[in-house]
DNA sequence: TTTACATCAGATGTCTGATCTCTTCTGTTG
DNA sequence: CAACAGAAGAGATCAGACATCTGATGTAAA
């Protein structure tokens, strides 16, 4: 027993321990997972339970069940890294084996716009925040960003800092956590702003992620316009059929 | 009663028709939907049952349900056609108001070359048939495709038809269904094939689509190369945190 | 009047244990 | 050897119970 109590929903944590355990090779490539009934009394929960995680694994194409048959651990555990799933950036470079670093080129903050009222549903007279960066791998720069976020949601002091995930200040407070973005995929050429910044020739052609990331009550608390080189990052979906 | 007895999962069924009864406005948004007592007795099923279809339809973000509240409809049915979803290019022109149509330039049967084989994990000898398009909107050309298919997946009489959907070709057999497909995004700027074909200047970029198509075992059936114009095209994903 | 707390009803979360149905294996029979 | 019947094991569904959370309401104290 563990000193801190989780209190998020019991079959969530049951899908964490699964995902965990297929990770670290409990579980091994295809059968493998024992019955309904002994997986639910090795984890000590009901079978109810552990019925409602494994569908969700299911879904999530991590097993496959077949009834009066068993269940599956689906090898391949490959497009978990997909576009589809809301990465920062740091990590993303970190995977590919690489430094995440970042170099500060201006913030500002200024009262709200037209386009900022109707993306951030707010106040005529709010403050907004922008802030310009260029993030690099192994100290070469490969995305340049352009956040947008109104003043509330981020910490009196953030624009101070100079540093630090604009993401991780947002919900520093605990009111706030993004639990989805929607990005809208732009492919450019050249950018005259963006392009210099990058180090790029005109001819490489650059991917631009405008993405409205919001919280659980579907509100919008950033908007972040990130331009890729794409000549060193590769994106891919998986497409599910309808 | 139908005649037709529905053979699938019964939380599958569950799943469709609360989805059709949701569409249909016999649960509005917000709020609406009965307990899960009274709605499974309504169902004529069990609560367990309507259980896993609920959790299924919250991981869609189709409804929410609150601890202790309820279970309320999610309003916004909005980006169910982003890109996450597999659709036709067909049926996303039409959904932009224009007439879809299709140019074949070539088509091509020949032995299945080294890329191929670790493609589809297919023979040698076998053989491999490459079909050019150009789709157009309203008669003017918008995305140039190349299609690759092993010709064991396709009917024999498909290169005399000049016509028709590839997909729908692939599964007319009955034999293979396309579940899911792999995408990967690749922006380029001009490209000295595709570029001309869709008739557009050296400064427009290209939204590039490399598609891997998979079977419900897993296997690789179709392997195609999209080329969309960008300044005709948008392509939007929802990004959930994991 | 306002605030704080106790209580309660109703909803989802979890559990138990049973039955139904599907798939696979195995042994019998012709 | 093939065809069929049965058994065993697994997931699918069911029925009902209890646990826990949330929101509303009533009541007492400030």
Chains 1, 2 share one sequence.
Request: some cysteine; glycine content about 4%.
């Amino acid at each position: 027993m563990t000193i801190k109590t989780d209190h998020r929903h019991l079959y969530l944590q049951v899908i964490d321990r699964l995902k965990d355990d297929i990770a670290k090779g409990v579980f091994k490539e295809k059968e493998k997972l024992p019955s309904e009934f002994e997986l639910a009394k090795s984890l000590g929960i009901s079978r109810a339970t552990l019925r409602e995680a494994l569908r969700l694994l299911e879904e999530e194409n991590v097993i496959v069940r077949r009834h009066g048959v068993g269940t599956f651990v689906n090898s391949k555990p490959v497009f978990t890294s997909g576009i589809e799933h809301l990465t920062s950036i740091s990590s993303m470079i970190r995977k590919a084996g690489m430094e995440p670093g970042t170099i500060y080129l201006s913030s500002m903050e200024a009262l709200s716009s037209e386009d900022d009222i109707k993306r951030f549903h707010c106040e005529i007279d709010e403050s907004v925040i922008t802030i310009e960066r260029v993030r690099t791998a192994n100290g070469e720069p490969v995305v340049y960003c352009v956040d947008k976020v109104p003043a509330k949601y981020l910490p009196s002091d953030f624009l101070s800092r100079q540093e630090g995930s604009i993401f991780t200040a947002i919900e520093e407070s605990g009111e706030i956590r993004v639990t989805y973005a929607v990005t809208f995929i732009d492919p450019t050429g050249y950018h005259e702003v963006a392009s210099p910044i990058l180090e790029c020739e005109p001819e490489t052609a650059l991917l631009v992620l405008k993405q409205l990331h919001y919280n659980d009550k579907d509100q919008v608390v950033l908007y972040s316009k990130n331009y890729f080189r794409a000549d060193k990052f590769s994106f891919h979906v998986v497409r599910k059929r309808v």
